[in-house]
């Protein structure tokens, strides 16, 4: 029997569940611990697929726990797993924050926008209306490099 896929709004909805602590403040488990990292920090049990981690290759190794978290997250959860597809700002790349999240059991993209400061962190002013449901769209960009 295959799951029902979930909308955005019922996405949203079983994020608010969890992360209930106010977004407009610094407190634990609130929607500003999902937005900075997702569910990279979800404890997966020892013993559900063990990896092999290659001594030395930090990107490989990365990518292995990445993809066990999301299989665990689809197999055991309503969510399932989600993966960061795209962001911009924080540290040295601005005040201008956003992320982009693929609910990957739901084909659902979720966007939330907000902003980065140096001495708080990421803000998110309007709370849960900071996600919005977003589609990839592949567009021709035109650069300009120097003439050698």
């Known amino acids: ?31 500003r611990d999902f937005a900075e990292s997702g569910f990279d920090y979800v404890r997966i049990p020892d013993t ?33 797993g989600c993966v960061e597809v795209d962001g ?14 693929h609910f990957t059991k739901h084909d659902v993209y979720l966007k939330i926008r907000g902003y980065y400061t140096s001495y708080e962190g990421v803000s998110l002013e309007d709370g849960w209306d900071s996600c919005s449901e977003v589609v990839p769209k592949q567009v021709m960009v035109t650069i300009y490099e120097d003439k050698k």
């Open 1 to 31: 029997m295959e799951d029902k896929k979930l909308t955005f709004g019922e996405i949203v909805a079983a994020l608010q569940e969890k992360y209930t602590g106010d977004p407009n403040e610094y407190e634990d488990n609130s929607i």
């Open 48 to 80: 559900y697929e063990p990896i092999v981690e290659v001594i030395g290759d930090w990107q490989s190794n990365r990518d292995k726990r990445s993809a066990r978290r999301t299989k665990y997250l689809n197999e055991n959860t309503i969510l399932g």
């Open 88 to 101: 911009n700002g924080g540290s040295d790349r601005g005040s201008d924050w956003w992320r982009v999240y």
